[in-house]
């Protein structure tokens, strides 16, 4: 994919359905009694996974149009052996959750994906699966994964090793049936809580107590309804657009029917806090997630606070960010200070490598960069230069470096960019019609 650089950006963006809330809006519609409609589904690769292994395990999903499903839901007992592995391509999300709703099945599974997926860490959900009672099998802890369930499971207490929204799903999933109070303690950071919503949507009551760690627990065994979901714009694929807009001088971009859960706006407000102009109108807090949309004026602020401090993004702050974070590096070389993050070491752990490819590419742009195992540090107002750059085969690397290259002196190539498709296919596209050159 070659990107000339913009001028600035203009225009207004509808995003397609939040990827995290589809998937979980279709694996729990899917154990529900009942027809659950789910309207704005996610286009993504990642979620055409997740019903497809749904599909696989006797669940009935018909489209109508081109993003609402109906879900039959297989109600408690309704999901039936699958005739092969689930394929859950290149979607960490698909495989958690799915997993930790196989373990309180009364047959195995066996779950893998594309090579990317198959070299993440799976142990992270075999050990609370495996505290319940289910058999998991694995290759040091890599999928391809095997799931004997046990019906009911043993409830647990259980506190995150690592800050994981998908591996907190897991175990609350395999909560509902477990014999009892199942409990999941977020150390670490909280995570986005989407699973906890639409579970409270579909009427499965969740208590959740704070005393320094959230701490979220579930009745189970539990049944419950069909209910219709309607899944907000995706604010992490809306990231991009709005850092191109915050970076482009006289940008005007208006995003509409945007997901605004706090547990992953943490973007918009650095993005603020580094001088961007973002504001939220036509807020909606009914439903199950908060929706609304957002304007945003170019350019981050000419005018820093003095003396000009490196940004520090580390702590709790991280897994609000996680996805993003690639995108924040690139912002950072266009602000004054730059921008150092810490205590990221799980972007080694996602769809590529997001330390060691963001570092790469940003050098090969000409931007002065540090890397360490947890992070890394980006020196601030560099002039970028277009390059040959590398999705390697990630997403979220695609999109961040096609921003980068609208910024940039000179045309830039970015090496596998069709991989956008996992969360946002029609991201170019997007783009390109919001560009002026
Ligand atoms: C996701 C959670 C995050 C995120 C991923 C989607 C989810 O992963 O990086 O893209 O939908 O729960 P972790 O929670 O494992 O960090």
Same mark, same amino acid.
């Given at each position: 994919m070659? @990107?000339?650089?913009a001028?600035? @950006?203009?225009g207004?963006?509808?995003l397609?359905?939040?990827?995290?809330?589809?998937?979980?809006?279709?694996?729990?519609?899917a154990?529900?009694?009942?027809?659950?409609?789910?309207?704005?589904?996610?286009?993504?690769e990642?979620?055409?996974? &997740?019903?497809?292994?749904l599909?696989?395990?006797?669940?009935s999903?018909q489209?109508e149009g081109?993003?609402s499903?109906?879900v039959?839901g297989?109600?408690?007992f309704?999901?039936?052996?699958?005739n092969e592995?689930?394929?859950?391509?290149?979607?960490?999300?698909?495989?958690?959750?799915?997993a930790?709703?196989l373990?309180?099945?009364d047959?195995?599974?066996t779950?893998t994906?594309?090579?990317?997926?198959?070299?993440?860490?799976?142990?992270?959900?075999? !050990?609370?699966?495996?505290l319940?009672g289910?058999?998991?099998?694995?290759?040091n802890?890599?999928?391809?994964l095997?799931?004997?369930?046990?019906?009911?499971?043993?409830?647990?207490?259980?506190?995150?090793?690592?800050?994981s929204?998908?591996?907190?799903s897991? #175990?609350?999933?395999?909560?509902?049936?477990?014999?009892g109070?199942?409990?999941?303690?977020e150390r670490?950071g909280? &995570?986005?809580?989407h699973?906890?919503?639409?579970?409270?949507?579909?009427?499965?009551?969740?208590?959740r107590?704070?005393?320094?760690?959230?701490?979220?627990?579930?009745?189970?065994?539990?049944?419950?309804?069909?209910?219709? #979901?309607?899944?907000?714009?995706?604010?992490?694929?809306?990231?991009?657009?709005?850092?191109?807009?915050a970076?482009?001088?006289?940008s005007?971009?208006?995003?509409?029917?945007?997901g605004?859960?706090?547990?992953?706006t943490?973007?918009?407000?650095?993005?603020?806090?580094l001088?961007? #102009?973002?504001?939220? &109108?036509?807020?909606?807090?009914?439903g199950?997630?908060?929706?609304g949309?957002?304007?945003?004026?170019g350019?981050?602020?000419? !005018?820093?606070?003095?003396?000009?401090?490196?940004t520090?993004v580390r702590?709790?702050?991280i897994?609000?960010?996680i996805d !993003?974070l690639?995108?924040?590096a690139?912002?950072?070389?266009?602000?004054?200070?730059g921008i150092e993050?810490r205590?990221?070491?799980?972007l080694?752990r996602?769809?590529?490598?997001r330390?060691?490819?963001t570092?790469k590419n940003?050098?090969a742009m000409g931007?002065?960069?540090?890397?360490? !195992?947890d992070?890394?540090?980006?020196?601030?107002?560099t002039?970028?230069?277009?390059a040959?750059?590398?999705?390697?085969?990630?997403?979220?690397?695609?999109?961040?470096?096609?921003?980068?290259?609208l &910024?940039?002196?000179?045309d830039?190539?970015?090496?596998?960019?069709?991989?956008?498709s996992?969360?946002?296919?029609?991201?170019f596209?997007?783009?390109?019609?919001?560009?002026?050159r």
């Amino acid at each position: 994919m070659k @990107i000339t650089p913009a001028r600035r @950006i203009n225009g207004r963006a509808q995003l397609p359905g939040d990827k995290s809330i589809s998937h979980r809006a279709a694996i729990i519609a899917a154990l529900a009694n009942g027809a659950s409609r789910i309207t704005n589904f996610s286009p993504s690769e990642d979620c055409a996974a &997740t019903l497809s292994c749904l599909r696989e395990l006797g669940v009935s999903i018909q489209s109508e149009g081109s993003s609402s499903l109906i879900v039959q839901g297989a109600g408690e007992f309704g999901l039936r052996v699958a005739n092969e592995a689930l394929y859950c391509g290149n979607s960490g999300s698909t495989m958690r959750m799915l997993a930790g709703v196989l373990a309180g099945q009364d047959f195995s599974s066996t779950l893998t994906g594309d090579n990317s997926l198959n070299s993440r860490p799976m142990q992270r959900i075999i !050990e609370p699966l495996q505290l319940m009672g289910a058999e998991l099998g694995s290759k040091n802890g890599k999928p391809p994964l095997t799931v004997k369930g046990l019906r009911p499971l043993k409830p647990i207490r259980y506190e995150l090793p690592v800050a994981s929204a998908q591996v907190k799903s897991c #175990v609350l999933l395999a909560g509902l049936n477990a014999q009892g109070r199942t409990e999941v303690i977020e150390r670490g950071g909280e &995570t986005r809580d989407h699973t906890e919503r639409l579970l409270q949507w579909f009427g499965v009551p969740l208590e959740r107590s704070v005393e320094g760690s959230v701490a979220i627990s579930i009745d189970g065994p539990r049944s419950f309804a069909a209910r219709d #979901v309607s899944v907000p714009g995706d604010i992490s694929s809306a990231a991009f657009l709005i850092a191109a807009a915050a970076l482009l001088p006289g940008s005007k971009l208006e995003v509409e029917d945007v997901g605004l859960n706090p547990t992953r706006t943490m973007f918009v407000s650095m993005l603020r806090s580094l001088g961007a #102009v973002v504001e939220v &109108t036509d807020r909606c807090d009914e439903g199950h997630e908060p929706i609304g949309r957002l304007r945003v004026k170019g350019k981050l602020s000419a !005018e820093p606070p003095s003396p000009v401090d490196s940004t520090l993004v580390r702590g709790n702050l991280i897994p609000q960010l996680i996805d !993003e974070l690639p995108l924040l590096a690139v912002v950072g070389t266009q602000v004054p200070g730059g921008i150092e993050i810490r205590d990221a070491a799980e972007l080694r752990r996602k769809e590529s490598d997001r330390i060691d490819v963001t570092v790469k590419n940003l050098r090969a742009m000409g931007a002065e960069v540090q890397e360490f !195992e947890d992070g890394l540090a980006v020196h601030g107002r560099t002039q970028l230069r277009g390059a040959m750059l590398d999705s390697y085969g990630d997403h979220r690397i695609a999109m961040a470096f096609a921003v980068a290259a609208l &910024t940039a002196a000179g045309d830039s190539e970015i090496a596998g960019a069709q991989c956008v498709s996992v969360s946002f296919p029609d991201f170019f596209r997007c783009l390109e019609s919001l560009v002026e050159r």
